[in-house]
């Protein structure tokens, strides 16, 4: 291949590209437009992006740096009460059993990626079913509510 066939085709994928980033560039520009039509502000987006990519023990430890903070100044902070939602031990079955939570939460159909007698597969099902039956009962409750 010459010199003046690579650098064409060189050319042609940049061109090709800066269209993609263009393209992405104003999807983003409409997104964000809808965004601020609803009354949402982009650092909000942006920070709930943010706090989405972050691994539990991520959001543990930032949650702990705010409570010593808040400690420091003399605001009573009780992170303990939420102990029972937060995952303590780090082992296959408790990772398993917040995968389950997680698709339940992005309402995934309830079949594990683990094999089905495995205890992984177990406790995904457990966290699966744990939050759907919570999310059921939370539905119920409003509708009582409104009724």
Known sequence: M???QTIAIYTHLLLKRQKMVKGAQSQL???VQQ????GVHW??????LKEYEMSADARRERAE???NVLTALGVPVQLEMFDAYVPRDNDDTAQARRRGWYAAIHDTPCEPPYPAGSA???AWMAGWHEFHNALTAFMEAKDGEAA
Not at 35 to 38: E, I, S, T
Not at 43 to 48: L, R
């Open 65 to 67: 740096r705010q409570a």
């Open 120 to 122: 992984e597969g177990q």
């Open 43 to 48: 650092t909000d987006v942006q920070a709930a």
């Open 2 to 4: 010459s010199d003046t």
């Open 35 to 38: 965004a601020r039509g609803a």
């Open 29 to 31: 520009k409409a997104m």
